[in-house]
């Protein structure tokens, strides 16, 4: 075998990787964007190589590239992307959701990424899976002092010729298996978790990569998840994930300055709600303030932070910062910041998810909705004019993208990322003079902020559009005398909500075939009881514009020689769909169902003449022949649209009644 992964604790021996891995692996880092040269280089084991300590040398084992892997969201991609882009100094490049690739790990600032779930180094790649498990197979690793080895298959992006999971990772164990002391169990101790080493196969939509894991966050750590159990909820508060990434990208490099033992910043939340990036600072170790003008959100902020700062301190386990401060305070005026917002410290980086929205307006007031203040970048200017001076880091949440009225305001190397596909809120930073980074921070988005916001302009004229086309003109679909004319008897009592509901859905199902149909001239008729008000109040009846609705009987409505009554019970069957005739079909589901003859007794009582459907004619293994409303409705549209009753049948019939055995049937076989 060629292709030799040195054992790092062997301390040199069998060092090297073939070329043809290496070479897999460099194309596939170069096909990413990321053109790490000579990968066999820097495979090599370091010198500084710590023999006893295996946990640290799977870590520090390879001076590398690394895949990292975060969670798979793509609203929140943008906000990992600003991370990566910060605490890697540029060097992280995005390569699809859930995945992005750095040099070298980035001396592991990287690690502490919101939404880090692991840290790989690539051994070898291949374009199939089959081809990566003969590469892999052909690699020498000796984990070395019999430690227990474990493998993980990750998908970031489903590959076109994918080999199933089980099937992958049953061939994977095999061969990783039998590099170690064998495979460990699953165990839910962390220190025993920590001695396995594990190897990952990385599924992309390109190629397959497998590699060592060298980082994994613990899941006992304290992280953005914890948040949710939060005693107190706020509907416009921030996700933590984003809150996390906003710290992370505010203290990018300076995370020494900003220790609450050893630092002398303090990250101040001026607008801080329920609390979120406090407590998003404080899970980091720093030393964290903040305010809101409402009183409420003190209480919350407390109440919340408070919680998980007790939790720390009662288990005695972890040295977490002291209980932030946190104050009544209205931001809008720059000196309140003169104390560090009560810690006493310089105030280093403000992060904050500015006001906005429905919920809530600048100066602690409520959002009125889509107009509140806060919903214009030129709102936000006294905010952030207040702020600007304040601190060389900024990282801003916001409803409307705000980097130019930054720009305006003098901040200095400002750039900023949409959190949504829609444009509905935003990530600036201005990471002024002492930024470690070049300039302005450059995320490899998954989308701009330009896109973003188109597709919002999009949305929102499709939604007008869809707004225009629901109000149509009834009357001159009436005034149509080649219209089909159907109407729905709604007069019948139904015994219980689920029946009326029912009912109603029907009818709102009919209103969707009668927005496709223009040629359809509906009535509801006997509109008033029950059933119009479960319209009215589940399915906005009020908004059901392509139907007419009536509140007099059918045979009030129509003259008798024009109503045809649609019954499945019915004698007479319906061959030719005429337009001097009106179609009523019995507004009723339940009873039908309960071989009460209903629709055929109402028809009958009142002299309507009475037809059905020639479902047996045309269908005869078509078991079920009572259907919903909006069936009855599609087959008559699709009658009078000229087909026959095979093509009418074919399209219309629900398929899954072709083979289910009615209710009425069942019950009438078990009743002795
Ligand atoms: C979007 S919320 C913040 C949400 C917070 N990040 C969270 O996750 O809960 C904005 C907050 O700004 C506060 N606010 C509005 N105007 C303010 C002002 N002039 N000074 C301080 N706080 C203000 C509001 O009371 C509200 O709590």
Known sequence: MEDIVGDARTGGEATQVGSRAVGAVDATCRAWGADYEGIRERLRPTAENDDDAFGDVSASAFVAPRVLLTHKNENLYNAYACEMAALSRGAARGVCVGMFVTPDGSGGETRVAAGLRAEIAPLCAAATAEELLERVKALRVCVKDSSEVAFVHDCVARHSQRMGTDALSAAFRDVVGAWGAGL????????????????????????????????????????????????????????AEIALAAVNVATAHAAGSFSHESGDAVVVDPCCGSGTFLHAAWTRGFAAAGGDVSPGAVSMSRTNVGYFVGRAASSGKLAMPPMPSIVK????????????????RRVGAIVSNLPFGRRVAI?????????????????????????????DRHVYISGVPIADEMRKLGY???????????????????????TTTDGALAPDVAFTTEEALANAAGKR???????????VDVDTRFANS?????????SYEQDSTRARRSV?????????????????????????????????????????TPVKKDERRVEDAFSSDEIVYMSPDAEDVLD???????????????????????????????????????????????????????????????????????????????KRQAIERPKREKRERSTP
């Open 482 to 490: 080649d219209a089909l004319r159907i109407a729905v008897d709604v």
């Open 363 to 391: 100066g602690g007031g409520d959002g009125d909705g889509r107009g509140a203040p806060g919903a214009s970048a030129e709102d936000y200017a006294p905010l952030l004019e207040a702020f600007r001076d304040v601190a």
């Open 412 to 434: 200095a190397n400002v750039s900023d990322v949409s959190l949504c596909r829609f444009g509905r809120s935003f990530m600036t930073t201005a990471l002024g003079s002492t």
């Open 576 to 654: 030719v769909v005429e337009p001097d005739k009106v179609y009523v079909i019995g507004g009723i589901v339940d009873l039908a169902t309960r071989g009460m003859r209903t629709s055929l007794t109402r028809a009958s009582e009142a002299n309507m003449r009475c037809v059905r459907l020639p479902i047996k004619e045309f269908k005869p293994d078509q078991t079920h022949t009572v259907l919903n409303i909006d069936a009855v409705v599609k087959i008559l549209v699709a009658r009078r649209e000229g087909l026959n009753w095979d093509e009418v049948f074919d399209r219309e019939l629900p």
């Open 461 to 471: 004229e499709k939604k007008w559009k869809k707004k225009e086309k629901s109000t």
């Open 329 to 344: 305070r209205d931001a809008l005026h720059g000196e309140v910041f003169a104390d560090g917002y009560g810690s006493g």
């Open 184 to 239: 460990a169990r699953r165990s839910k101790d962390e220190r025993d978790a920590r001695n396995v080493v594990r190897f990952a196969v990385v599924e992309s939509a390109e190629c397959y990569v497998f590699g060592l894991v060298t980082f994994a966050p613990s899941s006992l750590s304290l992280r953005a998840v914890d948040w949710a159990r939060k005693p107190q909820h706020f509907s416009a508060g921030t996700r």
């Open 504 to 544: 109603a859905k029907q009818l709102c199902e009919c209103v969707g075939v009668a927005h496709r149909n223009d040629n359809l001239a509906m009535t509801y008729c006997s509109w008033r009881g029950p059933i119009a008000e479960e319209s009215r109040e589940f399915f906005f009846s009020d908004r059901w």
